[in-house]
């Protein structure tokens, strides 16, 4: 019998899923810290939305490529080196003495994050047989989600008792010990033969993704337009670099050959467009507008967390019963009426309000995701997995682009470069609402894009 623990599948596994929590529980951790850290740094308004999206604008920028270093060196070295880099962040952020510096920070956990989602799903489906790999899948991403939105209970129980800088300093050695873990007892990966690395494809997409991102930001310049254009043409050229690449960042078949596959990643866009930035917008709201501590607040957006870490894996085993089409729809239905409470927020909302919006949105986004991430996955041969996976981490960071972009205009409309004090309270609450209200378009954009797949996954299967 073997007895070798490297042996264990299931402990490879937890090696993953706790990885998968502690990186965007820190990225969560220090948003939470984001009202102590302009407070103490004087940081404006203009800045502050640069925090979120620093992050995601680098994870974006660096997904396609991190996919396709995962096949060249082995997404369990890419996975241990996603580890690494968020704890080079936490070192940066931790010492920071100005608001630029936190952005770096945060451009470097950015990276980190896109190496550790951009292998880590890659990894489950290949040590899961295809069977399990639904309730699997719903364990992980329960797991991660708890990470997410669970960031802000430790955020503020950490920055109310020893300062936000220990937000930084604290998941550090955990960090470290999940990346000997990792080093230990996940098995070696597949690699390609060819090891040739698409650099020119890898720096159109980075700039097309730029581009377009710092276009969306300023949308109010005369020459948003024109930069919007140009991000999408820069992308399209990248799109015929990879359909003439001997071995491309992304097999743009997937999508061409497989178009519910496509459908299914706009709708992941479409709902983290909607559903990404709340725990930043709540953070704001709850602190300035309700005037809570960053630990009540924690304990509040807990109730997010709590939503989804239950839902999510009970949404795997509920896909023994029922068809992901008809979860799917009844997760995005919930998140509907959450955002749409949401938008009906003012100064005097009570905490029960805000609370059953939260509550509706965690238990949407494990019913949404976990199904849709499964399907996609079953979706594609051994050979493409790797492709998928980046795929689906591409699209639903671009989403969070996208929702970034979003609470970051209505921030720089209200309210300019001030910083936020009490006379500005207003124009923050009608920038909360206004992000609620074009999240709800989101999600029904969203509803309306997965009818779209499912006809279209039929069409295919009667043909």
Not at 50 to 57: D, G, K, T
Not at 218 to 231: C, D, E, H, R
Not at 430 to 449: D, E, H, I, R
Request: hydrophobic share 55%.
């Amino acid at each position: 019998m073997d007895t070798d623990p490297r042996s264990s599948v299931n402990l490879q596994i937890a090696v993953i899923c706790i990885g998968s929590f502690f990186v965007p529980m820190l990225i969560n951790a220090s948003t939470l810290g984001i009202p102590a850290m302009s407070r103490e740094l004087a940081i404006d308004t203009r800045l502050i939305s640069w925090l979120p999206l620093a992050m995601v604008l680098a994870s974006s920028m660096t997904q396609f490529p991190v996919g396709k270093l995962g096949s060249i060196f082995g997404r369990k070295h890419i996975f241990i080196a996603g580890l690494l880099f968020v704890v080079l962040a936490s070192l940066v952020g931790a010492v920071a003495k100005n608001g630029e510096t936190l952005v770096l920070s945060r451009s470097i956990q950015g990276i980190g994050n896109a190496l550790v989602f951009a292998t880590s799903l890659t990894l489950i489906s290949d040590l899961v047989p295809e069977h399990m790999r639904g309730q699997v899948t719903g364990i992980y991403v329960g797991i991660a989600y708890l990470g997410v939105t669970g960031g802000p209970l430790f955020g503020g129980v950490v920055i109310e008792n020893l300062g936000w800088r220990s937000v930084f300093y604290i998941p550090i050695p955990f960090l470290l010990a999940v990346s000997v873990a990792a080093a230990y007892f996940l098995p070696q990966t597949s690699r390609d033969d060819d090891k040739s690395f698409d650099y020119i494809g890898s720096l159109d997409y980075a700039l097309g993704v730029l581009i377009l991102a710092l276009s969306l930001l300023n949308i109010t310049s005369p020459l948003a337009v024109v930069g919007i254009f140009a991000g999408v043409a820069t992308l399209a050229i990248f799109v015929s670099i990879q359909r003439r690449a001997a071995n491309p960042l992304v097999d743009i078949e997937l999508f061409t050959q497989n178009r519910s596959f496509g459908y299914l990643c706009l709708v992941l866009t479409l709902f983290n467009a909607g559903l990404f930035s709340i725990p930043f917008v709540l953070t704001l709201y709850l602190q300035y507008i309700q005037a809570l501590s960053a630990q009540t607040a924690g304990f509040v957006l807990m109730a997010q967390a709590v939503s989804t870490a239950i839902m999510a894996p009970t949404t795997g085993r509920l896909l023994k019963r029922f068809s992901s089409v008809q979860l799917c729809y009844t997760g995005v239905a919930l998140g509907i009426a959450g955002l749409l409470i949401g938008s009906l927020l003012t100064r005097d909302s009570s905490l029960w309000q805000l609370v059953t919006a939260i509550v509706l949105l965690g238990i949407s986004a494990g019913m949404v995701e976990t199904p849709l991430i499964s399907f996609m996955m079953s979706s594609v041969d051994e050979r493409n997995r790797g492709a998928a996976s980046a795929s689906i981490n591409s699209t639903r960071i671009l989403g969070s682009l996208i929702s970034i972009a979003v609470i970051s205009l209505f921030l720089n409309l209200l309210m300019g470069d001030a910083l936020i004090t009490r006379e500005v309270f207003p124009q923050l609450v009608s920038a909360v609402k206004s992000y609620f209200g074009v999240a709800t378009l989101f999600a029904c954009a969203a509803a309306f894009t997965l009818w779209r797949a499912i006809r279209s996954a039929r069409r295919h299967a009667n043909s």
